[in-house]
């Protein structure tokens, strides 16, 4: 492509949010997926989120048919994919109609107008053309009949019609590349590489990105483009990766550490299925995978992984969680090692399996039969499942207990620069299997400092023994229904969970440090919260507003009270009915906690949280 | 893994006491597997017993080997994973007829399909013991229970039909008295790969009593029993001299000497065939009971098949190691 193309009329720009929208079958996922991925090998941060639809293959160009990829790509750090668009990229009237309403007054739509045939606007309900009726006027809109040029631009390659009208995206992201000024060899090398059996199709989707590269150029409706230079980030290897992918990878990163074989037990739920896919890839190092019959199976039999000394983990979403409960307060009562990844979604019951909500908190907490508390953790992006995952298999191994990563939908599937980090950068693990004979071995004499009980499995001569979900004694391990000692038992396995807070890091506060207002959060929320608190701080200097985000749920960590003391007000905005808050204000109820609660399977967005901060921090 | 420790049936007890209600069948189950280890020349370190809940459940405390004493119905889904991740270990699950085949049917049903090499006890006294005497999946119908006072309406399971629809590869059934038959199909079981299911007629003396009584008591079982031999005719009776032959699609009781029948004409057992259909007759015939190894049939276990797959992965992967996996695909530098 010609740099000179590249010269002119430029402008540069903090970050932009693009949402490439179409039906099912236009290929906006890979469209998206690479010119983000062009974005973040040229060095800008980015953060991407797919949205699908729940139906596999919607009729064509229907409303319930429409499937979105959203990027945000900045010159400075990008904790989220984005709230209001700069740009919609909008194949179809259905597409078009679906998202019109994320999209900031006066930016850009980009369409293919020979999508916007009468059928097309009838399935989309559309009483008129709104590319003609004047109702897009505070918009700014680019009609590129796309489809037609993509033809025109393919006809001597051989192709019939239909094929030729598959590389439409091509001829889009091409438009793209040229509007924000990005080299696509990036794309031209990922085509020669995936249809690398296929050259005529390699040929044509290269005709097509060219092409739509070119007519951008040439259009005067598109008379500037836009830079986002790269982005300041610590030194290093990068890759783009998937929170669940991070999540599998995490696990694996504990195996690996720990000298542990890894085992998933799993059963297919969305959004958590990714786990189970990422990690049965990986089966020649050291990954056993089961795809269970049920949740059920699922977490027994990486129970009896774990029983017979693997790092044994399951991975779920809300609705298997309640299914493993049961199972869980077992392994609860075993004291084995065991984690359980919930990637949550909307609830109750099957809810809305594809959007995001953190609505799984107090089932963590309290999902069980009986006093079963357990140590709870939540990642805060994409990449940081990668840390999550492998602190949830350390403290698990660590202090003989199950453990709950809490994820969610949101970063499960979003995707980020991650800095990639190799064993020797991740803390170690020490488990507590006994693998030598000793004499008078007690499967539950504990460890003074945690509290944690020897790891013991089958094959080790002479430590025969037999666990199991009744009470047991607390000394030699055989079944006990004493009064005194069963609470002496439940109160043991209590202290076992407290004990984790001096494991884990003090709770951090970014921003400001003491002040009016302090944003609380925990898990998937981090991104939005962060980009609000600055936004608001850009917007209000005098204002001293700290942010501090909850990696560690049960037990909570050191330094909350310190924390808390230091402003004049809180806010604790959640994806759910305040259950953090609730959970904050039972543990330190000294405290005023504003709630913010969304509950709508969407993230938090700037605006709608800065109403609220002007709300306590403007009344009068 | 093999042992040439000579262990006798005392170093699988526990220093336990054994609990059950006075007269139970289940002490006979205990005794026979504890003389069949013994012989089977593991060492007792790599055995394992699971179990779910029910009163054949509390059977690992018993053992002086691993075990788990787990949740109701799970016993199969919890020795899965523990075969999986050790395939060198012998796992035994020990359960119920309502643990298995209720609460438990759907991890039931996949052990047997999946063949993962278990061995799988099955007490079935057809009634609930331990919350005192409901009707289970085994309870004839009619039965009057305390669930069922006035009869039971639920048609029962015949465990091993339900086995061989379940795609099983191993069926054996002893009577709960029957310790020398026990002990042998124990043995059988253990050297099987594949789920072995092993289906126990256990007397419950106090909420099912006389449940097998036509069929075990001593005076009527060798009229009531056939136990069936692998390659040998399917002869019984106190005098041997009745045998199954087969009458059309349906198996008959004939009495050698009697019309003409000679010993030559009555049916040889053959537990390897794969296909299941005489068996399933076997399984299913009333008078007399089928006892004995019924089906034994060879077949890659799921491990096998793991193993396999993992060898191809590994031949077919570009990645051979985690750190060649964190940099694999697209990766870039900064600074």
Redesign the interface.
Known sequence: MSTEALQKNRQDLDHVVIRFVGDSGDGMQLTGTQFS?SA??L?NDIATFPNYPSEIRAPQGSLYGVSGFQVNIGATEINTPGDDLDLLVAMNPAALKMNIKDLKPGQMILVDSDAFSRTNLQKAKYESNPLEDGSLSNYNVVAVSMTKLTREALKDTGLDSKSMSRSKNMFALGMLYWLYSKDPKHTEAFLQKKFKNKPQIVDANMKALKAGYYFADTLELMPTHFVINAAK????????IMGNQATA?GL??AA?KSGL?L?L?SYPITPATDILHELV?????NV?T?Q???E??GI???????????L?ATSTSGPGLALKG??L??AVM?EIPLVVVNVQRGGPSTGMPTKTEQADLMQAMYGRNGESPLIIIAAKSPADSYDMAFMAAKLSLEHMTPVILLTDGYIGNGSEPW?????DEMPEITHRRVTEFQENFHPYVRDEKTLARPWA??????????????EKDKVDG??SQDPINHEEMVKLRADKVRKVKEYIPALETEFDQEGDLLVVGWGGTYGSLKTTVRKYKEQNPDAKVGLAHFSYINPLPHGVTDTFSKYKHIIVPELNAGQFADLLRMTYPQFKYNKYDKIQGLPIGSEELIKEFNKILKAK | MTTNIKYTFKDFA?D?DVRWCPGCDDYVILRSIQKALPEVGR????????SG?GCSSRF??Y?????????HG?AA??????????P??SVWVTSGDGDSMAIGG??FI?ALRRNINLNYILFNNEIYGLTKGQFSPTSLLGQKTKSSPYGNAQTPFNPGELAIGAQGKFFARAAGNDAKLQVELYKEADKHRGTALVEILQNCVIFNDGAYSNISDKNVKADAQLVVEHGKPMIFGKEKNKGIVLNGMKLKVVSIGENGVKESDILVHDAHEPDPSLHLALINMKEPVVMGLIRAVKDKTLIDR?IE??EY??KI?P?K???E???S???????
């Not at chain 1, 025969?464 to 009744?470: A, K, R, Y």
């Open positions: 991925t973040a090998l060095g980030k610590e030194k290093g290897t990068y890759r783009i990878w694996m990163a690996q074989e085992f037990g890839k990986w089966r020649h190092l056993t089961f269970a019959e049920d059920i199976a027994s039999s990486s129970i009896g992984a774990s029983f017979a000394g693997k044994a049961e199972a307060g077992l075993l800095r990639i980090k190799k064993l499995i089958p094959g080790t001569p002479g430590l025969e023994h037999v666990i199991g979900g009744l055989h079944v | 526990s336990q060492k007792k370190e790599d055995i394992v017993f699971i809940i690992p405390y053992m002086d080997n691993y075990g788990m004493h787990s949740i799970r889904a919890i020795a899965t994973g523990t075969k999986l991740a050790n060198d270990l759907n991890h996949h793991e797959i993992t992965a590994k992967s990645i190691s985690f750190e996996l964190l940099f695909g697209e990766t870039y530098e900064i600074g």
